[in-house]
């Protein structure tokens, strides 16, 4: 049982270039998160998904773009890579009880630099 | 907007001592505030989660409290080893199946436990 993984572990881009990080969780769980983190400002949600084929915008989702075709992939897409999006990216799962989610099972995340 | 503060960014306390964490929240109704522990180039790993109708959870050393009349959640890790030493998160969520992993979280706080 993987939980939550996450590649590439490390990645060095170009300004301008595009690249998808990938997330896939084999726990059967209906929600998944995008989040990034930089240094002294937590998490901050970029987009989630409450089920395949649903996808929803969080607090910092422009230059980002995602799709959940499956339960157990979410990958995040950046069209167009900026200085400013060098950060370490998590991808998490959970599921549902009842109504809205538990606890979060966290990728060991993507370190992005953009240069 | 909806903003999550966590007392400090770093705390220092000796062996044996507890560890009190606070987290205070303004402009966001949440239904679970869930507390996360954090190694370096680690994901998140989640620790506790208390909904909006209790007052206080256990586990083990560590306990939680959740005030919703002062906005405010306290994270007490009691007899503390140099092992906790981690950054500690709190997440804020609001219940709602078409928010489901949705998390709001603060931006940390550093404990370090000396021997």
């Known amino acids: 049982n993987a939980g939550v993984t996450q590649t590439p572990k490390f990645q060095v881009l170009k300004t301008g270039q595009s690249m998808t990080l990938q997330c896939a969780q084999d726990?059967?769980?209906?929600?998944m998160s995008w989040y990034r983190q930089d240094p002294g400002m937590g998490l901050r949600l970029i987009h989630y998904?409450?089920?395949?084929?649903?996808?929803d915008q969080g607090e910092v989702p422009n230059g980002y773009n995602v799709s959940r075709s499956t339960t157990e992939d979410f990958p995040l897409r950046l069209l167009s890579a900026a200085p400013s999006q060098t950060s370490v990216y998590f991808c998490?799962?959970?599921?549902?009880?009842?109504?809205?989610?538990?606890?979060?099972?966290f990728g060991q995340g993507t370190r992005l630099t953009v240069v | 907007s909806q903003k999550i503060e966590q007392n400090s960014e770093a705390l220092n306390i000796q062996e044996g001592k507890t560890a009190t964490l606070t987290c205070n929240y303004t402009?966001?109704?949440?239904?679970?505030l869930q507390w996360y522990r954090q190694d370096p180039g680690r994901g998140p790993v989640f620790l506790l989660l208390?909904?909006?109708?209790?007052k206080e959870k256990r586990k083990e050393r560590l306990k939680v409290t959740f005030d919703t009349t002062l906005k405010q959640s306290l994270f007490h890790i009691t007899a503390s080893q140099p092992a906790d030493s981690a950054t500690y998160l709190c997440?804020?969520?609001?219940?709602?199946?078409?928010?489901?992993?949705?998390?709001?979280f603060g931006q940390g706080t550093e404990l370090s436990v000396k021997p």
């Open positions: 998490a799962s959970s599921y549902s009880i009842g109504t809205g989610s538990t606890e979060a099972f």
């Open positions: 726990m059967n769980h209906e929600y």
């Open positions: 998904s409450v089920g395949a084929g649903i996808t």
């Open positions: 402009n966001y109704s949440p239904a679970y």
């Open positions: 208390i909904r909006e109708n209790e």
């Open positions: 997440a804020l969520g609001r219940g709602l199946r078409n928010q489901g992993g949705k998390l709001i």
